[in-house]
């Protein structure tokens, strides 16, 4: 299967600071491929880059085998772009939105009266489609979102980020929709840091922290390169007790890895239940109440944890 996005060496600079630092992977053409890293970690710098709104400091990287830095207009007419920030006019309904992006996009008459109903169809919004977007919750706009990227039938989709801040149900839909698109045929880059979105979406998944792409691989690939390590997450009440527990935990015997995030001190070990006795003794050692515990199979955050000695999830 060819690879409809290359990416060779790409940077992205300012000033002395290098927020994307030399990257280079590729997406086979019908792949799902998520970016997953915290924030801050490069996902945005390098979805903008790829969809040429930011010129690269270095490297490159060619899309239906259009440079990105060479041929930007070739490039933009066969990707699709869905944005972290809604890109929506309030006042309009969900339908006018998309039929005004799609005179952007230079569609208009009946082919975009078409495809702008196909869309919303898409997107699960048919009902809704002659409501002002002022009245949809933040799910909605998000779908609406979604379909303004897809009005020109873009051979590759880029998502960045596109559950934050949404209800479970809605963020349910846009996976749905994710994969039925996928199901159609259309190439995804997805990006995101929530491990399950990855887990769940992806053919193959990037680790990227710092800049840096740190792994790659599909979600078995890159769980055996830990050594199946499981996670014992406990549940504190302050994240003072978590750094204070984790202290503590550092040297018992089976632990590779101890870190903290969100009121917990999270431990990476082969035998969580095996681990978990004397951890919870030595919480009551130095007066720590565990309030609830968590073991994990391996997964992508242990992944991470294991690479960066710190939780994806900070």
Known sequence: MSDILEVHNLAKSYGDFKAVKG???GIADGEIFSLLGPNGAGKTTTISMLSTLFAPTSGDASIGGHSVTQDPMAVRRIIGVVPQDLALYEDLTGRENLTF?????????AALKARVSEVLEQVGLTDKGNQRVKTYSGGMK???????????????????????????QSRRAI?????????????????TH??????????????????ELIA???LQELTRSIGELETLRLHVAEDAEAARLAAALQSLPGVTRVDTTDHQAVLMTPDAE????AAVSKANEISIKIRSIDI???????????????ALRD
Do not use: C
Not at 101 to 107: E, K, P, R, V
Not at 196 to 207: D, F, M, T, V, Y
Not at 296 to 306: C, H, K, M
């Open 194 to 211: 929530y491990m399950e979105e990855a887990q769940e979406l992806s053919h193959r998944i990037g680790i990227i922290d710092h800049g």
């Open 296 to 310: 994990e199979e391996p997964n992508l955050e242990a992944v991470f944890l294991n690479l960066t000695g710190r």
């Open 23 to 25: 990257i280079t992977f």
């Open 216 to 218: 790659l691989g599909s």
């Open 142 to 168: 998000r779908r609406v979102n979604i379909g303004v990227g897809l009005l020109h039938k873009p051979r590759l989709l880029f998502m960045d980020e596109p559950t934050v801040g949404i209800d479970p």
């Open 101 to 109: 992006w799609g005179n952007m996009y230079g569609l208009g008459g």
């Open 175 to 191: 996976l749905d929709t994710v994969k039925d698109l996928n199901r159609q045929g259309m190439s995804v880059l997805y990006t």
């Open 274 to 277: 095996e681990v978990l006795p």
